[in-house]
């Protein structure tokens, strides 16, 4: 593959977490110097690399090349892709395959790849050797605004998602923009939910700057994708070093249409008929459209974020999704989502775009209510 850009305009932020900070570094052609950039946390010449078929077939011989201009040489653990990765069975195998590659606490296994790779990897990393270290390098849109920063790591069980993982940072982020031009147009979009999300949390100027340049970042332009990752991390690092161990409210933050978008991904069974990313922007417009009916927030500002996210091709109404459920049968999904709490869950709601808060007074018959109404839209 052609080197098509070079690191120019980079962006390095910094993720302040106790006792271990790292940096997240973010620039176009990045992956190109991802030899030099890992050299120094690395100690052997072989150094450990897990990934999923589809990163393999586009990016692997682009890191082999650089690797090896570092001195370096990938020892290559390649997994199927899709969420179904995220298992008992393959977490074995990853930590089989560190403990044979004889990683040792200081040593670093590179994850390449989306959330499902970087979540996995970073579970066995957790438990290797009590813990050994992990580098990020995240391929996906949403795993470069959202999972590869932030420390937390999962596997999902017949019982759910995300059910049994660990608070385990990386030690370094590695984030190209550049390898999201192989990434399917339907991946950019979901992950484009959770860039978003950061404006509707507590930016509202972000949120006007996606209105303005997400359709071209949509489309590809490499300057829009840089600065929307760039603010994202920063926004992310922000809230993780507020409260890194999700013990505050300040994390649940970065939950902002989760709750909503889990019931919906829960009814279409974890399939592609909703992907994470989708979930979550229609979570986000439920969540801004039950704020307005609870009375918090004007039926213009959920209406902006609907028409932003149905303006880049993400749906924005559950009426035609098909889910084939009322709300009462939505609204029980909610109750098994693992953010209850002593019997109740937290909702994220908005007062304004840009102005969401953790409320925990919610009635879930209000929300079956409102959810009956918007299945009937
Ligand atoms: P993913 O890892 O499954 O990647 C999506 C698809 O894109 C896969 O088919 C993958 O093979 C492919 N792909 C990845 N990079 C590519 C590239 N550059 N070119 C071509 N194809 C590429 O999905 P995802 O959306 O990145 O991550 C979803 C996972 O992330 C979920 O399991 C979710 O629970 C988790 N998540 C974790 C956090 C966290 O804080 N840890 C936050 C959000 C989501
Ligand atoms: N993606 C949610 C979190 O990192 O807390």
């Given amino acids: 593959m052609a080197l098509t850009y070079t690191a120019t305009a980079t962006a390095t932020i910094a993720v302040d977490v106790a006792g271990a900070p790292y940096e997240v570094r973010i620039a176009p052609g990045l992956i190109n110097e991802l030899g030099h950039a890992v050299r120094p946390f690395v100690r052997r010449n072989s150094v450990p690399v897990v990934t999923d078929e589809h990163v393999a077939a586009q990016w692997r011989a682009r890191v082999d090349q650089t690797l090896s201009a570092a001195g370096l040489t990938g020892h290559w653990l390649v997994l199927p892709p899709g969420e179904a990765t995220k298992s008992w069975t393959f977490l074995a195998e990853v930590v089989d395959f560190l403990i044979a590659a004889e990683i040792e606490r200081r040593d670093v296994v590179i994850a390449l790849g989306g959330g499902v790779i970087g979540d996995l990897v970073g579970f066995a990393a957790s438990m290797v050797k009590r813990g050994c270290g992990f580098i990020q390098v995240p391929t996906t849109l949403l795993a470069q605004v959202d999972s590869s920063v932030g420390g937390k790591t999962a596997i999902n069980t017949s019982a759910g998602k995300n059910l049994v993982g660990a608070f385990h940072q990386p030690v370094l982020v590695l984030a190209d923009p550049a390898t999201l031009d192989t990434l399917p147009s339907r991946e950019v979009r979901a992950g484009y939910a959770e860039v978003v999300k950061y404006g509707l949390i507590d930016d509202a100027d972000f949120f006007a700057w996606c209105e303005q340049n997400g359709p071209a970042l949509i489309a590809g332009d490499m300057a829009a994708r840089t600065t929307a990752i ?11 070093a507020a409260d ?21 991904e829960a009814q279409t069974g974890f399939s592609d008929r909703l992907i994470h990313g989708e979930g979550v922007a229609l979570g986000m417009v439920l969540a801004a459209r039950f704020s307005v009916r609870q009375g918090l927030m ?80």
């Fill in 230 to 240: 760039a603010r994202s991390v920063a926004a992310k690092a922000r809230i993780v």
């Fill in 244 to 264: 890194e161990r999700e013990t505050t409210g300040v994390r649940a933050l970065l939950n902002l249409g989760h709750t909503f978008g889990h019931a919906l």
């Fill in 298 to 377: 004007h039926g213009q500002d959920a209406e902006r974020i609907a028409a932003h996210l149905h303006s880049v091709g993400l749906r924005s109404s559950i009426a035609t999704l098909d889910l084939g459920c009322d709300g009462r049968r939505l609204a029980d999904h909610m109750l098994h989502d693992k953010k209850m709490d002593a019997g109740t869950l937290p909702f994220l709601l908005m007062r304004g775009i840009g102005q969401t808060f953790l409320a925990r007074d919610v009635d879930l018959g209000d929300v079956a209510a409102f959810l009956d109404d918007e299945l009937a839209r």
